[in-house]
């Protein structure tokens, strides 16, 4: 069996890390690849605006250099911030979890919605779709306007998770992506709640690292 | 835990179901999804044709049907018969393989190629592709001209595969798709030759599968 | 002059095939190709599910295999079913009456609108239009909300038909298609009432099979 | 019965106007749509250049506003020249052959390709096909590289249409348009001679124009 | 230094000649490409429908011709009519101030907006922009509905503006282009108010024809 | 007049920076905006990874931050590191020079090529231009297999261009840009030798700056 899974969180919060890890725990079998959860130390408390987004990929990078026994990485936050950075400095796979969402969205639907946290990063989302080549498949992108720290908290999430999820249906999404690191405890219950497939892009990158490490 | 992954190979040569079998050996980790091969009985020995693919819609989608207790469905033919039929009479994840490697194929590379068994199921392939949107993303379909059969047993197949891969990267291909259910055995062997990911659609569908199912 | 053009209803209710043969009448010119109007005995009472459309294409490749004489085919159900299967056992044009109606709806405007019976084709409709590579010409597509049936009998199906093309007009479609192999008794009013083309697909289809076999 | 099919060419050169009169013939069936073959007097003697091309459209969008009894145009001239203003000045169907030769096309093959007369047209077809958003599905388009009038003529022609013809097809092309107004009486050797189909573009038209008529 | 750069106003207004001379004051530099701004004589008082824009090729490209002196050519028309015919007649760089004005806003915003002067123009600038291959980065094309005279006076002019520049905003614009060339005027005011970039395009288009030009 | 024009070569090598400086000699004019070549202190000396790329995005937006008296930025590095960084610390503009090169190409023919400088940077510049929308319009881009150095240098850099240039001609290029901020001085020389438009893209991003200053 090659090395672990090493998911990043290139925040600094803490409870952002401990969250992925919770989300991940059903991932981890015996026999299967290791998976570890890391905080990013010189990552900002969140990653809102492009600048904090810019600010860790070379500390990601420097990361993924240092660590010659991981099997796969995967980037725990939706911006992917990084990926090229890192796919540059090892041969080992590197997953972003918007790239592995989107893509796991495509494999559940004609079409997909994404619930963004805050409404500045639906542009940057966007211009990832657009490289990707995918844009003609999102029905729509629709922002919480919530920070990430009150959306991993706040006891209005939900509610509100429910409520964009019904706007992207409405807008014929077939499947919805939690477009954040943070919110994957909400997952089963918005999927029993809107009636169609609910992805978190974790557990979406997660599942193709798995896929990647068990072909051996 | 939710039931088994049944990885249905729609054609009736029961070689190749056993060699989906031993591909997805790696898979089955205690704790995690079973995962089941089945052999459809309906099936014309090899899907060679249009219409050896659509011979088994109905089938697969009655299948699929009579198997309340099944957690996800992966359909194990490149040409990804009935995945609309039996996404229709389902509310659980139905996988495709075509879909899936291409789709994990876009997790790994720009540009990804494709090796096909014969030169007839390209052009079914590429209207697949052009329905998913992702041509845009595609560096190549090259045939090895090989029934299933002979690509399945051949001692020559290896070399081929060599041969073919080998024009895929000069073409652009980052990655490279097995673009048939029989020929996971040969994936490590060609990945270390070639030198880029050598993705077998069967195990990619398998881990989109596992990540649904363990998602809870 | 070869063989004639003929037009299969996929359905079993007869009265489509009548009707189907009404709207046809006009384009049986003396000299000209044959026009017959054959209902397929194996089809359900009418097409609105995926299976419904899955469940004729092998009868629809048999019929068009026992017709040794015919000069052309068209398939005459809006989901274009079997159409990849027919054109594999005949070297004869077979002509599916979706992509004939839009191909001759891209020759009338730069947007066009689709009225479909039933919610639950449009994403069937959508599917095969993304294959086409032509959902950048698609202003919209917007159910009748009625069954086959109903709208082929149906009072309120031309007031229906009017108020949803206004829709259409108002997304900037400059044509509308009728997204079903039924309404053609409607189109000449409807085209008076919207001011734009308005097209019915078994015609469009024919339309290209008598050019087809006038061309020699 | 509505007016005639009135079909321009829009050079002045009466060889070309007598091509297509005979290429329509058949078209002409007792009952159907009468079809008018015109040639237009301020055209140049062929249509080689862009300035040739915009120097007919204001005589075109003339021509079809003196024509009040007609039931529908054709520009018969693989540039489509004035297909704008002349719908812009009528309310009755114009078709324009390039437009309508794709079309058609596409309703035959999943790859099409153009034999073009000159290198310098191909360029000019692009911009079309690219504002029709169908290149996506052209597989190639490659010159004669003789005159119009050399090609109408000229004993090599179908010699070298048989040339480039395989060279589309071993480009993927399923169906071949001839780029020309000129070319009509090669179609059916040239089809027998590649076996697939060959479209003249003018018959396309007329064909399209005739289902328009018929449809009441 | 090469000649100058030859502005051309393709309608007989002289009242829009002069203000396109006033907004190109301030590129008028020592030691930099001269800027002449001419009235097409034989122009239309206004370009509203595709004839006026059709009406105006032959004479462009004569004109065109007629300057063997000039550096460089900018069509001031926002139809772009006769940029073909143009660059078909002369090496010199010919620049439509559409096609500069959009290529311009894509340096400034992932998507953009245009305002309009009239309805009957919305369809035929989509059309243009559909063969430059930008659709999938325009939020919205809104119409002021005035005429171009209308606008070029009209007190009420600015008020409109403002309030068609925020709709486009509001469907994600992030860069707004003045859709006529007799808008300049009100450029600084509207990029103030909206606080996004506002794109005169004839501006665009001789900043890109002074970039030429300054080569060398 | 607003301030300066900000051009950063974000690599440290001064010799590069003062090829960019004499490249933009000509576009300094009396009563235009002043044009300041910079040299990133913090940049490698060449940038020709993906790491060398991204290590530059925060010197770069700290740059920007400290020139509240600036006009406009151009990041003159091909692979427009920090465009987006930038963008979000200031409200002036802010081109790349890859974005500007390519839209310029846009304005000046229907395909365009790219000479790279290395393979490397093929694959980091296709990524940009998915993302940008434009790769249907591009021809190819082929590499000079040279360093930045070497190429900056080289005798042998000349007759190289034309070779590539070539190649991009055949393609179908009938614009080529030059896939590098320090080759500007054999922009005219390449273009009388290939007979169409060759693109220095620092000069492409400069004049779009003046146009925006400009326009005030």
Redesign the interface.
């Known amino acids: 069996m090659p090395g672990p899974i090493v998911v990043i969180n290139p925040n600094s919060n803490q409870a952002v890390t401990d969250g992925l890890d919770a989300a991940l725990e059903?991932?981890r079998?015996?026999?299967?690849p290791g998976i570890e959860c890391l905080t990013l130390a010189e990552g900002p408390f969140g990653i809102e605006?492009?600048?904090d987004s810019?600010?860790v990929?070379?500390p990601l990078?420097r990361l993924v250099q240092g660590r010659p026994d991981a099997g796969a990485f995967v980037i725990a936050c939706y911006s992917d911030p990084?990926l090229?950075?890192c796919?540059?400095?090892t041969k080992r796979?590197v997953?972003g979890i918007q790239?592995?969402g989107v893509?796991?969205a495509?494999?559940?639907a004609?079409l997909f919605g994404i619930i963004a946290i805050a409404e500045a990063s639906v542009?940057?989302h966007?211009?990832?779709m657009?490289?990707?080549?995918?844009?003609?498949?999102l029905a729509a992108e629709i922002p919480l306007n919530m920070s990430v720290d009150e959306s991993a908290r706040g006891e209005k999430t939900f509610e509100r998770l429910v409520e964009v999820g019904g706007a992207l249906k409405a807008r014929g999404a077939?499947a919805v992506i939690l477009g954040c690191a943070g919110m994957a405890r909400h997952?089963?219950g918005l999927e029993a709640e809107l009636g169609v497939?609910v992805i978190?892009p974790t557990?979406?990158a997660?599942?193709?690292a798995?896929?990647?490490l068990?072909?051996?």
Chains 1, 2, 3, 4, 5, 6 share one sequence.
């Open positions: 059903a991932f079998l015996p026999g299967g605006s492009q600048l810019d600010s990929v070379l990078a990084g090229d950075a796919r540059s400095v796979p997953f790239e592995s893509l796991t495509l494999a559940r004609d542009a940057r966007r211009r990832f657009a490289r990707m080549g995918v844009l003609g498949r077939g997952r089963p497939p978190d557990q979406a997660v599942a193709m798995m896929g990647t068990l072909a051996g």
